[in-house]
């Protein structure tokens, strides 16, 4: 059951695919035909963050469920689209179980803040939408020693600002309005560091000299490359592993794998060739700590990371900075840079306390976005 990994979630797929979603799917295809050992039980839907295909495949594969032989076990789907499928619940005709994706967002942030305090000893301006990323921003520049000079959740500037640092987190539609925005406001220069908080690949978004925290690129190349699924496989250990997908649909996979496992211990007695398998009743799975789903994957204690990059736009390509590993650790998460990088001096240090007198975060905030001395 690790074949769902070999499918990318779509808005992780580079722009030059995904103007064709027939190029990812063609090539899928292909390689799945080269050996039936690709099988594991789990059919993949791309339905492109759209709602009406949500519902309307859940609707084709309630209907085909008719047609088949097999045990079903339903309809495993983001848990934002549950009340699109309400009606289906309703009628009881397939099980729909749901899932969430991991929330990185607090270590995420800390690892931004942490390539930021390697760069600069200033952000001009903070662009965010909400309050819990705002306010962790804001909290861990401080421990930091770096000035956010303001915040907002739209961009304004003063004439006189010729070069200025914008930290930008939120989804990807923020943050390409953000920046499409900014770069026709003239007599500056500026440089992002972008956080897309929805898992989103803003590659094609960001203008050269400016950053970006993403996941650790998966090579699409590699379905037409590698002629065979255990060279594909070898090769797409490393991303899938430290995906932070693993921790989100892959855990809630391996929880439904455990609860068919236990269904069938109880009702199939060994020695029985036939047995009767009860409906399929997802809501019955026990949830499973992250450290069991790595156990149950056999993936080394070693292994037990997510992979964080910051990347920088040049004139031509995306090239890597630096690497992070997110270890979680029971309820937390830990944030490990992969090499050490010397950190700029702080610029708010207890010596020079007043050189921060102006800066946002060094001052007393009440309320969800009001700031006062």
């Not at 700029?344 to 050189?355: D, I, Q, T, W, Y």
């Amino acid at each position: 059951f690790l074949a769902w990994l070999y499918i990318i979630k779509w808005n992780e797929i580079p722009r030059k695919y995904s103007r064709d979603p027939a190029v990812v799917r063609k090539k899928v295809q292909q390689l799945q035909k080269r050996s039936s050992r690709l099988v594991s039980g789990l059919k993949i839907f791309d339905t492109c963050n759209d709602e009406m295909t949500v519902y309307k495949q859940a609707l084709q594969t309630t209907v085909d469920a008719d047609c088949t032989g097999h045990y079903e076990m339903g309809i495993l789907l983001p848990s934002e689209y549950t009340t699109i499928l309400e009606p289906l619940r309703n009628y009881s005709v397939l099980p729909i179980s749901s899932y969430n994706e991991q929330n990185l967002t607090r270590p995420l942030i800390n690892l931004m803040v942490h390539y930021v305090s390697t760069r600069f000893e200033t952000i001009d301006v903070l662009l965010t939408n909400h309050d819990f990323p705002l306010n962790s921003f804001l909290d861990a520049t401080k421990e930091a020693g770096i000035c956010v000079k303001k915040y907002a959740d739209s961009l304004q500037l003063e004439e006189d600002e010729t070069e200025i640092v914008i930290a930008a987190i939120g989804h990807r539609n923020d943050i390409r309005q953000w920046i499409e925005r900014g770069e026709k406001m003239q007599g500056s220069r500026k440089t992002w560091i972008a956080l897309p908080l929805d898992g989103s690949n803003v590659d094609d978004v960001i203008p050269p000299g400016s950053y970006v925290v993403r996941t650790s690129p998966f090579d699409l190349d590699l379905l037409q490359e590698i002629s065979s699924p255990d060279l594909f496989l070898e090769a797409a250990t490393s991303p899938v592993i430290h995906s932070p997908h693993l921790l989100g649909i892959g855990k809630a996979i391996v929880e439904l794998a455990q609860l068919l496992h236990d269904l069938h211990k109880r009702n199939c007695p060994r020695g029985v060739e036939r047995c009767a398998m009860p409906r399929f009743n997802a809501n019955s799975k026990q949830e499973m700590r992250n450290a069991d789903v790595y156990n149950a994957l056999r993936i080394l204690p070693k292994s037990h990371s997510i992979k964080y990059i910051v990347a920088m736009r040049s004139q031509q390509e995306i090239v890597d900075m630096a690497a992070y590993r997110i270890e979680p650790a029971n309820s937390k998460f830990r944030i490990t840079p992969v090499s050490r990088v010397p950190k700029m001096p702080k610029l708010c240090s207890k010596k020079h306390a007043r050189n921060c007198d102006g800066c946002a975060n060094f001052k007393n905030r009440f309320g969800p976005r009001s700031v006062t001395k």
